[in-house]
């Protein structure tokens, strides 16, 4: 193991360096009930089997982000693959998809395909319009179940591959809401209609948004063209893998062909023996790097357990970032640091455990203390981006897991900055 930061004395014990390893340690044990997608190191969409790891690239600049932990989602699109689309004018929109609005514009499914593991249907629209919307949706307006108060997120790949947007006012998303009856009760509010993506490149969009609409009992999404009355439009938009979760932000693809499908947790841990070899019960430094895809209330990055009243983990605390070391039935330690993160952007944050002596440090800024506190009587538990105590993947939390190391040490203050720095 390297030796960090120009401190000869500071190596780790533990290295977890899944963004450059790409792999799991052998003493990781990994399980999620279902398959799961993500993007390869050459950007394309990919699916892993059950209860096998998954390590992300960004699809765009193909730089490896880590290991990916998510919780559990439905996607309630019953076929977001497209499957039943025909080619030709109007040719056949897939099964369960319906396009509204049309008037007197001529329509053409052009055609399917997969670009970089993402499947498509390219729809064009072109002629002089009669109406001032055309909606293309993908679901009937009685399948979804949904209740006022609930939050969803909805995502779609877009792109415009043939004509232009000229005189096309919008290109957007919505959910649209129906009461029980089968009336339009309103809309998810978007900001704006969430502007849909109109370059050449397919580019995925994932606004999210909550209910705030009485009487509604279902979402049904869609993306739409809005436009004056009587002007001409010639566009064709390539539309992939659309998708409406309930949650505050839209997770990893998850493709369906007839019926909603749900990907469960991701859950990543080391236990038992496993501590033998790297972990110190009397002082030590927990350090993690990775990154979120939306700030979420409570997200527990990694921890230490041995039960859940002898614990010691980071968790964040909106606005701050939480460093807690329990033992016994109360809170030892808790050490905050006025940290926000941002959406794809890595941060890296180091904590550390001894008697009366702890400290925590975020991205090498100001270290804050806890000079009184006693240690978790024992440890056997690591997570990896869930509670430490988890059994299952239900406190799973979306993230990118960069790398987590242990040092048997409680490192110094400088040494805690350089290592965050």
């Known amino acids: 193991m390297a030796i960090q ?7 780790p014990t533990l290295l977890l360096d899944f963004a450059n390893a790409g792999k799991l340690d052998p003493r990781v044990t990994f399980s999620r009930a279902t398959t799961a997608t993500y993007f390869n190191s050459l950007g394309v969409l990919t699916t892993a089997n059950n209860n096998v790891a998954r390590f992300d690239y960004n699809p765009s600049t193909l730089a490896a982000q880590g290991l990916l932990i998510e919780e559990q989602r439905t996607n309630s699109i019953r076929n977001n693959t497209g499957v039943g689309a025909v080619a030709g004018t109007p040719g056949t929109a897939p099964t369960n998809w319906a396009i509204s609005g049309l008037g007197t514009l001529t329509q053409t499914v052009v055609g399917t395909g997969t670009a970089n593991g993402i499947n498509y249907i390219d729809f064009r629209f072109n002629g002089t319009t009669s109406t001032t919307q055309l909606s293309l949706r993908f679901e009937a307006n009685n ?16 792109a415009v591959v043939g004509g232009s947007t000229s005189n096309v006012t919008q290109v957007g998303l919505s959910t649209l809401l129906w009461d029980s009856g089968g009336s339009f009760v309103g809309s998810i509010p978007f900001a704006s209609g969430f ?14 948004a909550t209910i705030a609409t009485v009487g ?12 004056n009355s009587g002007v001409a439009i010639d566009i064709t938009l390539r539309i992939g893998l659309p998708q409406l979760e309930q949650g505050a932000f839209a997770t990893s693809v998850i493709p369906t062909t007839t ?7 991701d859950l990543a841990t080391m236990t038992g023996t496993n501590f033998s070899s790297w972990y110190n019960a009397s002082e030590g430094t927990l350090y993690y790097e990775g990154m979120v895809q939306a700030n979420n209330d409570g997200i527990v990055y990694t921890g230490i357990a041995d039960t859940f009243d002898n614990t010691a983990y980071f968790v964040r605390a909106a606005p701050n970032q939480t460093w807690i070391v329990r033992s016994g039935a109360s809170a030892q330690a808790e050490v905050n640091v006025n940290f926000t993160p941002t959406a794809n952007v890595p941060f890296k944050m180091v904590g550390t455990l001894k008697v009366n002596d702890f400290a925590f440090c975020v991205n090498g800024g100001t270290v804050a203390t806890d000079v009184s506190g006693a240690l978790p009587a024992s440890a056997v538990r690591l997570g990896i981006g869930n509670s430490p105590w988890a059994a299952s993947g239900g406190n799973a939390r979306q993230q990118w897991i960069r790398s987590i190391r242990y040092y048997p040490v409680r490192v110094t203050n400088a040494q805690l900055q350089a290592l965050t720095g």
Do not use: C, D, E, K
């Open 5 to 11: 930061n120009n401190f000869p004395n500071l190596t």
């Open 143 to 158: 399948v979804i179940a949904a209740a006022n108060g609930q939050t969803w997120a909805q995502s779609i790949w877009s």
């Open 259 to 265: 019926t909603a499908l749900t990907r469960n947790a």
């Open 195 to 208: 502007v849909a993506n109109t370059t050449s490149s397919l580019i995925r969009i994932t606004p999210s």
């Open 216 to 227: 509604t009992a279902f979402a049904q999404p869609q993306i739409y063209l809005t436009f």
